[in-house]
C-alpha cells in the first residue's frame, strides 16, 4: 500500500521555519526550489505550534511533516531510528528549536508518470501548471524499494511512501505521522 504523508495535526504540534529567516540565514527562500539543499543549507530556526481544529495538540512529535512540503522534520529518536534507511532516499539537514536539534530530511527522490497508474489517476492543471488531483493510484511493485518519494502527477508537491516505511516508522514507536490513504486528499482537510 502507499500512503500520502500528513502531519498529525489532531494530536502533535505542528513543525515551522519561518521562510523570513531562512532567507536572513540563506540569503535567498526561493534556493529551496532546488533539487538539492545540502550545499546552501545553513541550521536556522525552527518552531512547533498548536494548529489542531480543537486546539488540543500539545506533544511533540518525533517526525512529522513540514507544511505539506517535501519534507518531513525528526528528532533525534527518530533520525537515530531512520537515517541509515532515509539516506538513499534524500538528505539530512541541521535544524535547531529551542536549542534543541532537529533534522530536515529533505525527500530528492522524485518519480515519473510510469509509476502512476495513469487509467485510475486524474489530474486538472490550468494554465500556470497548478495540479489539482481528482485521484490518485500508483504502480505499486515499480515502487517496492522505494520508501519516500514525491510524484511528478502532482508536480512533486508532496511526499508518499510505502508500506515498509509505514512499518518501520511504527516498529520504532515514532509518533506524529498521518499515513493518509487519501491520495489525491480528496476528502481530508
Known amino acids: 500500500m502507499i500512503y500520502k504523508l500528513r502531519a498529525n495535526r489532531d494530536k502533535y504540534l505542528n513543525f515551522f521555519i519561518d521562510p523570513y529567516d531562512i532567507e536572513l540565514v540563506m540569503g ?14 545553513k541550521s536556522v530556526n525552527a518552531t512547533f505550534y498548536e494548529d489542531s481544529d480543537h486546539g488540543g495538540a500539545l506533544l511533540m512529535p518525533d517526525i512529522t511533516v513540514w507544511g505539506t512540503s517535501n519534507c518531513l522534520a525528526l528528532n533525534q529518536k527518530a533520525y537515530d531510528a531512520l537515517s541509515v ?8 539537514l541541521q535544524v535547531t528549536s529551542e ?7 529533505h525527500s530528492t527522490l522524485q518519480t515519473g508518470l ?12 490550468d494554465e500556470v501548471d497548478y495540479v489539482e488531483m481528482q485521484s490518485l493510484v500508483f504502480n505499486e511493485k515499480l ?11 502532482n508536480n512533486y ?6 508500506e515498509a516505511f509505514k512499518s518501520l516508522v511504527e516498529s520504532k514507536g515514532l509518533k506524529g505521522l498521518y499515513f493518509s490513504t487519501d491520495l489525491a486528499c480528496v476528502n481530508e482537510p
Open 114 to 125: 510510469e509509476f502512476v497508474d495513469e487509467t485510475k489517476s486524474k489530474r486538472t492543471i
Open 143 to 153: 515502487l517496492e524499494k522505494k520508501l519516500v518519494f514525491q510524484t511528478e502527477f
Open 99 to 105: 536549542g534543541i536539534p532537529y533534522r530536515v530530511f
Open 28 to 41: 535567498d527562500y526561493f534556493l529551496l526550489g532546488q533539487p538539492t539543499w545540502a550545499d546552501f543549507w
Open 85 to 92: 534507511t532515509l539516506q538513499p532516499f534524500g538528505e539530512f
Open 157 to 162: 508537491r508532496n511526499m508518499y511512501c510505502t
